[in-house]
């Protein structure tokens, strides 16, 4: 620790290090992981984090405009500019495209109308308690609640008059579900509220069976039948047994990582780490391998299978991923708008005959077309 108490160096069980550099505030200014990279953050004249910067360049920021009640938040590739009422709630927001979305509250500061950016209202009413009682969306569709004494959601119904019938336990827990159509789902818990048995119409009955430190033991469902499961004193799954007796089985290094992994036949395959925690090479029972490589903000950039093909990956200047390049040449090629949505893909599996992706959207980001 420096002198004012904040932690500046942490070493892990394999000897990685991490170290963290603070201000004379006390505020994480850097850190330094086991790699070497460095995570940068700055802060305004009040103390609000207001940058970051990954040990790659890629930059994030927050601004904050007290006279005109705005935060603008973005990166290097777009921006949303976030308008503050006076007790400090939002009540819009103007997104990178420059479409803009709004938000009503009653006398209380309780949320009660949404508008989208193609102008779709969604609506809350609510009861005295503030409960919302009916949630119209702007399609005309609605959904109302009903609550019992206690406060809890008794039912729901939708605008066809269908509706859902929930019922509890003495601890508040769900323990059943009507369904409209008469079919019912149930649960069941154990002394510690953990559940032990849930069935739903359709997909029948799935059981847990726990340890006294609370993991799961066993499981059995309609798909996969009887499964048990073992830990070592750590509480890392050490084996998982199937229903037909056949055991998969792990194995750690110092920081937890599953090194190796055996399957029912005993053939085992390798795991290499780097000391950020991510997997560098795989190995199968065959020698097979298959290696990664990332940047220093933790992206995959470059991948190698057992057969030496190359797949690499590259990212604009706000991180999001641009090309795709396998054995040398483009595979694809990404387009982004101002909102970050891919409105162009550039397909080039088929290098004589490259296909390209237009991709449009509604004022609200859904595919249109």
């Not at 990279?37 to 984090?49: E, N």
């Not at 033991?217 to 499964?227: A, Q, S, Y």
């Not at 050490?238 to 056949?246: E, L, S």
């Not at 750690?252 to 090194?259: K, P």
Request: glycine share 10%; charged share 25%.
């Amino acid at each position: 620790c420096d002198d004012l108490g904040n932690i500046n160096r942490v070493q892990l069980p394999d000897g990685a290090t991490w170290e963290f550099t603070h201000d004379a505030m006390s505020r994480l200014r850097h850190t330094v992981d086991p790699s070497g990279g460095v995570w940068q953050r700055c802060y305004d004249q009040y103390g609000r984090l207001n940058e970051t910067t990954d040990p790659s360049g890629v930059r994030a920021y927050q601004h904050h405009n007290t006279q005109a009640q705005e935060i603008t938040i973005g990166d290097a590739h777009a921006s949303t500019t976030v308008t503050l009422d006076v007790w400090g709630r939002q009540i819009a927001a103007i997104l990178p495209d420059g479409s803009e979305t709004r938000v009503r509250y009653d006398r209380a500061g309780r949320p009660v109308e949404y508008t989208d950016p193609a102008g779709g209202s969604t609506r809350i009413e609510r009861d005295p308690a503030g409960r919302p009682v009916r949630i119209r969306r702007p399609s005309g569709a609605s959904l109302r609640y009903d609550y019992d004494q206690c406060g809890r959601v008794a039912g729901i119904r939708n605008e066809l008059g269908f509706r859902t019938t929930l019922t509890y336990n003495q601890d508040s827990q769900l323990i059943e579900e009507l369904w409209p159509t008469g079919e019912k789902g149930w649960t069941r818990y154990d002394p510690c509220g953990r559940v032990v048995a849930r069935f739903s119409p359709g997909a029948g009955s799935y059981r847990w069976v726990y340890d006294k430190t609370g993991r799961v033991i066993e499981t059995r469902d309609p798909r996969n039948g009887l499964r048990r499961f073992r830990y070592d004193p750590a509480g890392q799954l050490t084996a998982a047994v199937a229903g037909n007796g056949g055991v998969t089985r792990y194995t750690y290094d110092l920081n937890g990582r599953a090194v190796t992994v055996t399957d029912p036949l005993g053939a085992v395959s390798h795991h290499v780490f780097d000391p950020m925690d991510r997997c560098l090479s795989t190995t199968n029972a065959l020698g097979a391998t298959t290696t990664w490589g990332y940047d220093p903000a933790g992206r995959l950039i470059r991948s190698v299978d057992a057969d030496g093909h190359v797949v690499e990956t590259s990212y604009d200047q706000a991180g999001l991923e641009t090309t795709t390049i396998i054995d040398g040449a483009t595979f694809s090629h990404i387009t982004r708008n101002a909102a970050t949505r891919q409105v162009q893909v550039e397909d080039h599996s088929n290098p004589d005959h490259p296909v390209t992706h237009v991709l449009t959207y509604d004022p609200r980001g859904l595919l249109t077309q």
